[in-house]
Nanobody
Framework: QVQLQESGGGLVMPGGSLRLSCVAS????????MGWYRQGPENQRELIAA???????DYANSVKGRFTITRDNAKKTVYLQMNDLKPEDTGVYYC????????????????WGQGTLVTVSS
């Protein structure tokens, strides 16, 4: 069993900052990728930022230069530092993990947290 615990969302004024955290717990051996996704129109999940075990990373064009993803592999934790927030950044942000290998040998292709709400408004 894998549990993803997200925190850090809230209400912030334009230009402000937030830091989201996601901790993965369970009998996990390895996680291929950890990242953050935002619920968008038509209920799709848009990639915001993600980092793989190979330290490759990817950002949505809309957040490049403003958001920074960091990953602590030992703690199985991923953070999203969100600076210079804009109203269009508002939404529910989900922690997502991909290619999870458990100590039992069981593997998950993709798992999601419950989401944390970020609201940017004056």
């Amino acid at each position: 069993q894998v549990q993803l615990q997200e925190s850090g969302g809230g209400l912030v004024m334009p230009g402000g900052s937030l830091r989201l955290s996601c901790v993965a717990s369970g009998s996990i051996r390895t996680i291929g990728s950890m990242g953050w996704y935002r619920q968008g129109p038509e209920n799709q999940r848009e990639l915001i930022a993600a980092q793989s075990s190979g330290w490759n990373f990817d950002y949505a064009n809309s957040v490049k230069g403003r958001f920074t993803i960091t990953r602590d592999n030992a703690k199985k934790t991923v953070y999203l530092q969100m600076n210079d927030l804009k109203p269009e950044d508002t939404g529910v942000y989900y922690c997502g993990v991909k290619r999870v290998a458990m100590t039992s040998g069981h593997r998950y292709l993709e798992l999601w947290g419950q989401g944390t709400l970020v609201t940017v408004s004056s």
